[in-house]
């Protein structure tokens, strides 16, 4: 189990940081930068809407 667990930690890491994601508006980005741009995005958005 702890092997299975290491595999699976291994995998999400390079998933997450260093593959790039395929998507059509993704630009090349890692799933990660998508994630962390979206925030951003979203947090500058929600605050011109208060």
Not at 34 to 40: E, F, H, P, T, Y
């Amino acid at each position: 189990m702890e092997e299975l667990q290491k595999d699976l930690d291994e995998w999400m890491k390079y998933y997450n940081n260093e593959r790039t994601n395929q998507g059509k508006m993704c630009c090349g980005r890692t799933t990660l930068e998508i994630l962390l741009d979206g925030k951003s995005i979203w947090v500058d958005k929600n605050l011109t809407q208060i």
